[in-house]
């Protein structure tokens, strides 16, 4: 029984820690009452979360580096978490920018607040999904983040393929969950614990039996595979993405992804290393009856394999990049198959490049889908020549999304294969170059159409807003800028996983 006066610190202590998310919660609320109070104004819950959303970077930044677990060690507060949290935020941010530019959004006289509401409560569900450190806040964190996404993926709901996205959305979420509950059961029933060091402990003195821990351990990665779009887990994206929103599609490639990635290392790093050996090779001995770096490698091969090779036959951009956003996660499971602090520094590399380009490419489509009512492939022919500059911006990040220097693509992957290779899994950085070149094929598609495919038609220019133009060139600069100087970021995940609480 832990003395009351020992619990109020630590009450306190959790609390304090706890601020970012906090003003999440606070963000939701108030931008909830306004849209109540504003009936007429469409942006005030957007401009609300704006604020919120800055209130909380600073929030971020004034935590410092931080390195302990609060609310009983529910949640783990520590630079890991809080380079993931970055991410989520900034894509948050990103996308609510987006939104206010987005013509499919402000059709149909919709009501807008419930939408950046909606934003707020799924930011603040990934926000616990990066530092979840017991099993039963991971299912918390995941239901709060994935209600939130279900509801927007339905938000054009008079659009029939959104309707439809939505439902899928729910059904496979709800079957992805049952697994993951189910194999929470059973390694709780083989541990006695939910907490992940405390699971971990129970591992390293041999209270687990390891068919049932494998049994467990591949159910609740389906649950967590879900939602990072990996191979056979990925049914619902391709639908999902093609009928959500455009800003909703990049929130749920960019920042739901980060999530699920950061919960992903976390409950391998922790529940499953053996963290006595000096030998980073020997740190997967726990589990020595499994081979797990195996099993993942198979997984990640498959994902990135399927995901290029089914993108090649797209017509539709959105499900291009749906697919195109599955073969990422692959190659980020890579950095996981090796699991050593390079690996895990190249997968938070390769987050933030992945966010502008990522970002930049859904933003450049929903931009021309503004003016030509279109995400089909075929209607791109000679859109190069009407609008020079978004084309060739789509071109950019396009290229930095194969992989291409000098773009930042290049050096998330470069980073990645470097760190697969180091560990002796050549083979493994083999299939990885195979699959870039392979995407390097329906990538080089769109830019044909945009520029080798309708010369000779007559050409009317399309108009963009100035701050439609800012935008871009707040995705498209990073995204070449990170090519030539990455060393902060290089620094910075370095420096985040050094300091995790699962090392």
Known sequence: MIPIEQFLIELKKSIILFQPETALVVTFLVAL???????????????????????TGILLITAGNQNSVVFTKMLAVDPFSKFFKWVILISSFIVVLMSFLSKELYEKDRRLGEYFSLIAGMTFGMFLLAGASNLIMIYLAIETMSISSYILTGFTKEIKRSSEASLKYVIFGAVSSGLMLYGISILFGLTGSLNLYD????????????????????????????KISAVPFHFWTPDVYEGAPVTITALLSVASKAAG???????????????????????????????????????????????????VWQTNLKRLLAYSS???????????????????????????????????????????ANKIGSEELDDYTGIGYRSPLLAVCMVIFLISLT?????????????????????????????????????????????????????????????????????????VIPTLVLGIWYGPILYWANKSVGLFLGN
């Open 326 to 368: 599955i073969a990422h996660a692959g190659y980020m499971l890579m950095g996981v198959v090796v699991m050593t602090d390079a690996g895990v520094a190249s997968i938070l590399i390769y987050f933030v490049v992945y966010m502008f380009m990522n970002l930049g490419a859904f933003y450049v489509i929903m931009l021309f």
């Open 199 to 226: 699971i971990n402990y129970a591992i390293a003195h041999g209270k687990a039996e390891m068919f049932p821990l494998l049994i467990s351990g591949i159910m609740i990665i389906a649950g967590i595979g879900y």
């Open 261 to 311: 990635f950061a919960i992903l290392i976390r409950f391998i790093k922790v529940a499953f290393f053996d963290h006595t050996s000096p030998v980073a090779a020997d740190t997967w001995k726990l589990l020595s009856t499994i081979d797990w770096k195996f099993i993942i490698a198979i997984l990640s091969v498959l994902t990135m394999t399927f995901g290029n090779l089914v993108a």
């Open 33 to 55: 009452i306004v849209d109540l109070i504003f009936l007429k104004s469409k942006n005030i819950s957007g401009i609300i979360l704006l604020i919120g959303f800055i209130v």
């Open 403 to 475: 992989g291409i220097p000098p773009t930042a693509g290049f050096i998330g992957k470069w980073y990645l294969f470097i760190a697969v290779i180091n560990s002796n899994y050549i083979w493994l950085a083999v299939v990885g170059v195979l699959n870039s070149v392979v995407s390097l094929f329906y990538y080089a598609k769109v830019i044909r159409n945009m520029f080798l495919r309708g010369v000779d038609q007559e050409h009317e220019p399309l108009s963009f807003s100035p701050m439609s133009i800012v935008m871009l060139l707040l995705l």
